[in-house]
């Protein structure tokens, strides 16, 4: 190779690792250091994540994010959820502590105080997390994903996040990508750092505090121990903290699609005070729900407790429910859950001589979670068997307040054959005396790491043992009563549904309330636990092709074993015959289950010419139960003309099901909605009393659980993509992508999606010997796949203003296909992306961060745009239907941040941070995007950060 071009790879080299740090390079940059031969001096070889083989050339060998910890402590970042909330390539899902905030059915167990990764939108299951090259455990709870809280992040380096995927080199999980998280190796003194992170209006601060320290060199010294400690604190933000979270909007569509409220909804049921509903003379339709504060001449919903307000029957095409209240237990919500982490690390390193070094690393951290949530609905029955709630019966207890109910029913409706006095009344009510609902989680999590490293005969070699643990329970915490107590309370009419505000339940109902407190009972706990012998090696296989450098190949074998036990008290098989309306999970108690990992891989490095790179990568995986697979990884670097590089990739994937979703005990639970009917027999299923064929009202079991059939799934993965550097000072890098999943393991399919294609999803409705639907199958099957594609951006200028040095940093992704098929046998849908997905990822077409920095002396400053886009809303069915609001809007805003930060290191071993997160105070956009598919009602949470305009300070001190 030409001294010519050497110089201009070198670089080209410059100009990436400059790309890969931005912003902070303008932040740490020195003149004096500008040199370029200098530079290149102090590129080491490395091996950089997503290959074995160590390299000085990161700069185009992979689509690879390096985050240094400069610019994270610059953004005022303190854990791992808010970095990858900065990132572009992480998908919008419901990973983080404020989505996915609902009460979890069965079989799922929610969040429960667990942020996940998710990179282009493959899901937190199917992105690979390590820390320092190696797994950590995934969830005890859920058995699925990598709890993000855990990973120590006072002792983090830097981070890498390879933008592809790597079946090939680390086996499963990895279809989305990978994200490393880097701690330090060799450390020395102490630093002592604190931070807050407060909220202008209230709610949601974060507290964090961490200690670091570091003795021996292993230059002169031949060993160096270090170990760090952190503690943070996730305070708690509630809905009514913030205006934008607020479900009654009716001029825009919104209004909360529930009928539980504080002063009870009386509602339909076979034998009660109103029977099957009652006419209203006024339009001759039925009603179902009926709230006699809104009837003619009524005090009005809104007088009828806090956060009351009449339901939106056209929004949600329920005519029935015209005379309805309903209740905003969106903002009634936790809208950010409170967490209180505490993390440690510790890692010894030994130099045996220069050639070899032993290290140990443990890593451990406790995590608690508090999920609050809006108080008890309580629905009753007549007749109620031991898992309902009785009705509301006429007696010596209940007779005034029967009489006043049944009275301003029969002034407006008059006599009718269903109005009969003396018979139960059914209803829904927000039970407020029983106060909100909380679970407490406590997770503890630890890794223990042993390993060797070194040079052996030219190669360099890796080998590591490792075992890593997840455990963590869960215990009602209040607001949960023992069911047979609760009913006996209401039966006897000691509780009263039909209070107004200044009216209170009885000090006897209380005492009933107090002795049937289920609070401190254990909900239930799971363990997770992989332990791993890795090697690998890597070098020179000592000849050349067509090129200068020598083929170079690395070899490896992974042997782990996998881990996960689920169980609880045997009560909670009763259901709600135990505890009224906790997730118990009993039927998914799952006996320690174990498998078998063994795998070996490979991977050259061909430089065909001194421009053209090949590298080839396989590994094959044998898992108990699956059987082998094999999963090749092909990839190409080329550099035509010295400032310009083209790069490229091809590979399978594959991802074995959990144990969760193999062995779950299946879970028949009773749907729960008014609004069901049976789509055989009425178009979309959208029960309707006035309408023929839609009449009749079905609450069949919903079944979900596990299918110890399942197979893995199976992806394909392309990559093309172009580097441009033409000085050390501007850079540009373009990379399409594409991943292809079949076989793709599904459950819990839409409800609403499965009866409008009721033909399709037919088999799935489980019909008694008359034909009348029981239950509705939604476990988990292989089945369909998806299809999605995008191009990635990111760019990079800097230079020289003002005697300081800047840089202006723009990162992008655009989203250009997101497809999906739910079954093999169908075509894949039109395109989704900028479409509503109510459960999963947001497929959100642009998304961007645009930085600007600058530094000068002691002063470095920092300004960001994080950007992402708008997107079609969700349509309520009275919308859908062709009822219009009289400010409807079918799209949602694009949504933009900014955040300004400044540092300042002129006293000598001190370095302070202060910034302003969501500088303009920005809320969320509005949406339509309902409670019960996550979050909240009013805004979006896998877009927005909830918390509004904050303040954080940063102190660090080295000494």
């Not at 996940?116 to 455990?137: E, K, S």
């Not at 760019?795 to 992008?812: D, F, K, Q, S, T």
């Not at 296909?817 to 079954?823: C, G, M, Q, Y």
Request: glycine share 10%; hydrophobic share 35%.
């Amino acid at each position: 190779m030409s001294s010519r071009t050497t110089l201009h790879m070198r670089r080209l080299s410059l100009a990436l690792l400059a790309a890969l740090t931005m912003p902070v390079m303008a932040q740490q940059a020195d003149p004096k250091d500008s040199s370029t031969d200098s530079k290149v001096k102090t590129l080491d070889r490395m091996t950089v994540t997503g290959s074995r083989i160590q390299r000085t050339d990161v700069e185009a060998a992979l689509p690879i994010t390096i985050i240094q910890r400069a610019e994270i402590d610059a953004q005022g970042i303190t854990s791992a959820e808010q970095l990858l909330q900065q990132l572009n390539v992480a998908s919008n899902g419901p990973d983080s502590l404020a989505a996915n905030s609902g009460v979890a059915p069965p079989g799922t167990r929610g969040n429960n105080g667990v942020s996940g990764a998710n990179l282009r939108g493959q899901g937190a299951d199917a992105t690979l997390v390590l820390l320092n090259g190696r797994r950590v455990a995934a969830h005890g709870l859920a058995g699925q994903v990598v709890d993000l809280n855990s990973i120590p992040f006072a002792a983090i380096e830097r981070v890498e996040v390879l933008r592809d995927g790597a079946s090939a080199v680390y086996g499963t999980d990895a279809i989305g990508g990978v994200i490393n998280f880097i701690t330090r190796k060799n450390y020395q003194g102490y630093s002592i750092s604190a931070g807050a992170d407060v909220t202008q209006q209230g709610g949601g601060n974060i507290y964090n505090a961490s200690l670091l320290g570091g003795w021996g060199d292993l230059d002169t010294d031949h060993w160096n121990v270090w170990a760090a400690v952190n503690v943070k604190k996730n305070k708690i933000l509630r809905g009514n903290q913030r205006d934008f979270a607020n479900s009654f909007q009716p001029e825009r569509g919104l209004g909360p699609d529930t009928r539980g409220t504080p002063f009870a909804n009386v509602v339909t049921g076979t034998g009660s005070m109103i029977g099957g509903g009652l006419k209203d003379p006024a339009t001759g339709l039925t009603k179902t729900t009926i709230n006699t504060l809104d009837l003619p001449g009524g005090a009005g919903c809104i007088n009828g407790g806090d956060m009351m307000g009449p339901y939106d029957d056209k929004a949600w095409a329920s005519p029935g429910a015209s005379f309805g209240c309903a209740w905003d237990y969106g903002r009634a919500r936790t809208i950010q859950q409170p967490v209180d982490t505490l993390q440690g690390i510790g890692r010894a390193t030994f130099k045996i001589n220069d050639n070899h070094e032993f290290f140990a690393e443990f890593m451990g951290s406790k995590v608690t979670s508090t999920r609050f949530f809006e108080a008890q609905q309580i629905s009753s029955s007549i007749n109620a068997s031991a898992t309902q709630l009785d009705a509301y019966e006429l007696n010596a207890n209940t007779k005034a307040t029967y009489d006043a109910i049944y009275n301003q029913i029969h002034a407006y409706f008059g006599d009718q054959t269903n109005l009969a006095y003396g018979k139960p009344i059914t209803y829904r009510w927000r039970c407020y005396a029983c106060g909100p609902r909380q679970l407490e989680t406590e997770t503890k999590a630890y890794r223990l790491l042993f390993g060797l490293t070194g040079t052996l005969a030219n190669w360099d070699y890796d080998v590591g043992l490792s075992r890593a643990q997840s455990s963590a329970q869960s215990v009602l915490a209040g607001g949960y009563y023992y069911t047979p107590q609760l009913k006996a309370a209401l039966k006897s009419g000691l509780l009263n549904p039909f209070l107004m505000p200044g009216q209170d339940q009885s000090q006897a109902a209380y005492a009933a309330l107090a002795a049937a407190d289920a609070s401190g009972l254990l909900l239930y706990k799971g363990v997770s636990t992989t332990t791993t012998l890795d090697a690998s090696a890597s070098g020179s296989l000592g000849f050349k092709l067509w090129g200068e450098e020598d083929v170079k190949a690395a070899v490896g074998v992974d042997i782990r074993r996998e881990e996960y036990e689920f169980n609880g008290p045997s009560q909670w098989a009763q259901g709600n015959a135990f505890i009224f309306g906790a997730p118990g999970d009993a039927s998914n108690y799952m006996s320690p289950k174990k498998r078998n990992v063994k795998a070996v891989f490979a991977e050259f490095n061909l430089p065909v010419t001194n421009s053209l790179e090949l590298n080839i990568a396989v590994r094959h995986d044998q898992y108990d139960g699956f059987g082998g697979t094999t999963n090749p990884k092909y990839s190409f670097k080329w550099h035509p003309i010295d400032w310009l590089v083209f790069r490229g990739a091809y590979s399978t994937g594959f991802k074995v099901p959990d144990f969760a979703k193999l062995f779950r005990g299946i879970t028949e639970t009773q749907y729960t909605g008014l609004d069901l009917a049976d789509p055989a027999k009425c178009p979309n299923g959208r029960y309707n009393p006035d309408v023929a064929n839609c009449n009749v009202q079905i609450r069949p079991d919903i079944v979900t659980g596990g299918n110890p059939n399942l197979k893995p799934e199976e992806a394909k993965q392309r990559s093309l993509g172009f580097v441009i550097a033409p000085t050390a000072n501007f850079n540009v890098s373009v990379d399409w992508w594409q991943i292809e999943r079949f076989n793709t393991i599904r459950s819990g399919f839409n409800l609403s999606t499965m009866t409008a294609n009721y033909p399709m999803y037919a088999s799935n409705f489980i019909r008694d010997s008359s034909g009348n639907i029981i239950q509705i199958d939604q476990r988990y099957i292989n089945t369909g796949g998806t299809l999605t594609s995008g191009i990635e951006l990111d760019a990079n200028l800097r230079g020289e203003l003002a005697g300081g040095n800047w840089n202006i940093h723009l990162n992008g992704n655009y989203l250009d296909t997101f497809k999906t098929k739910s079954f093999d046998s169908l075509p894949y849908t039109g395109n989704l992306v900028g479409e509503y997905e109510r459960y999963f990822n947001l497929p959100i077409k642009w998304k961007h961060t645009l930085g600007f920095a600058w530094q000068k002396g002691n002063w470095a400053h920092s300004l960001t745009q994080v950007y992402r886009g708008g997107y079609r809303d969700w349509v309520p069915p009275g919308i859908a239907n062709g009822y219009t609001p009289a400010e409807y809007n079918p799209k949602v805003d694009s949504y933009t941040l900014y955040n300004y930060s400044v540092s300042w290191t002129g006293i000598d071993k001190l370095k302070l941070t202060f910034g302003i997160r969501n500088l303009l105070n920005t809320d969320p956009p509005f949406t339509l995007r309902y409670l019960d598919d996550g979050d909240g009602a009013g805004w979006e949470a896998r877009v927005a950060d909830p918390r509004g305009r904050a303040f954080n300070l940063m102190a660090e001190y080295a000494f």
